[in-house]
């Protein structure tokens, strides 16, 4: 089993820039994918970004490509989210989360058995 804990949420202006963070617990870090997930207010959580275990591909939602960058460290048993352009349709509850079976595609949530609390991201106009 494995903990996830994210951080590096905050308020940040349109244009500006956030790096989210997901520290996970265990030894096994490098045998999980990462994803990381978003839900807007009223909204259905959405795909944002996953990245394979050993860090040699990573996936992007079309939203946030060329915006977004994915990356991880697995000797700090963290998964990162550089978000630069930040837009105010980017505010939501971020989200991280783990998958070590391969159940389903990595951009749904379905493929992920552990999943962190959250962090807010709010960008004002």
């Known amino acids: 089993q494995v903990q996830l804990v994210e951080s590096g949420g905050g308020l940040v202006q349109a244009g500006g820039s956030l790096r989210l963070s997901c520290a996970a617990s265990?030894?096994?870090?490098?045998?999980?994918?990462m994803g990381w997930f978003r839900q807007a207010p009223g909204k259905q959580r959405e795909f944002v970004a996953a990245i394979t275990r050993s860090g040699g591909r990573t996936y992007y939602a079309d939203s946030v490509k060329g915006r977004f960058t994915c990356s991880r460290d697995n000797a700090k048993n963290t998964v990162y989210l550089q978000m630069n352009s930040l837009k105010p349709e980017d505010t939501a509850v971020y989200y991280c989360?783990?998958?070590?079976?391969?159940?389903?595609?990595?951009?749904?949530?379905?493929?992920?058995?552990?999943w962190g609390q959250g962090t807010q991201v709010t960008v004002s106009s």
């Open positions: 989360a783990a998958r070590r079976h391969i159940v389903a595609i990595i951009t749904t949530s379905a493929a992920y058995d552990y």
């Open positions: 265990g030894r096994t870090f490098s045998s999980y994918d």
